[in-house]
């Protein structure tokens, strides 16, 4: 990516010192700092539309296993990859282009006692510094629609793949319906913003090798999701744990703005198993 492009998504993710509000956020939600779990982060760490489940369900679509390597693109704060090695058994490398994401994703991972299952690094998906053919598995949730170079993203991917390795996406793609409303919680203006369609991204991924098994459209659940979730916020207030941690003031109107776009089909959800 180019570097303006670069600077600008991460002065979007970026909060001085990440892992310690999550801390300091956790501890007023009265969990011990000292005891963590996994399943103690999951509201603060799984930072897409529906979650956990929604990595779960990706989980199994493509098949994991103890066996594997996976290299987790846009690794964030580290909530797939926690997830992933506990379930799974996996060994995890998580890669993200924020390195305070970075940071954070190890102290947590630290914290709740996975340090030998996962390891993370600062780095380009476009450019990714890993030898050819070095994973099993590279999955990515909620990543693309920051990358602009999609072509040579899905290249990179299937190069550091093994041969047979699977590709696990699980995505915001754009919709029939329009342009997307600003902010969102990926991009503040269209500036950052690079969404394709369910079919070009079909396109881009046939074109780098790869051979698509299973495509599902997760938008019915994720429109459900939202509206559970804006109706428990509307009665409750936000939560002492949720992304408006990460994300700031503004993270109100970004899920406003999410709930709309879902609700009027400015964007889908797609969820891809492909393989090498």
Known sequence: MSDTVNEVIQTHYSRPDIGSVIL???EKAGKDLNRLTPEDLVP???FHIRGRVATLELAR???????MRVLDVGSGVGGTSRCLAKEFGCHVTGIDLTEEYCRAATLLTDK???SEFIDYQQGDATNLPFDDGAFDVVWTEHV????????????EMYRVLKPGGTLAIYDVLAGPSGPVLFPVPWARTPESSFL???SELRTLLEEAGFTISDWSDTTDAARS???ALADKIRKEGFPPL???VLMGTDFQLMAQNQGRNLQEGRIVLGQVVASK
């Open 24 to 26: 300091g956020a956790l």
């Open 44 to 46: 603060i760490d799984h």
């Open 61 to 67: 679509a493509a098949g994991l296993d103890a066996s």
């Open 112 to 114: 709740v006692g996975l």
């Open 144 to 155: 693309a629609m920051n990358i602009p170079d999609k072509p040579r993203l899905y290249k």
């Open 196 to 198: 394709v369609r369910p």
């Open 225 to 227: 999701w939202f509206v």
């Open 242 to 244: 949720g992304f408006h």
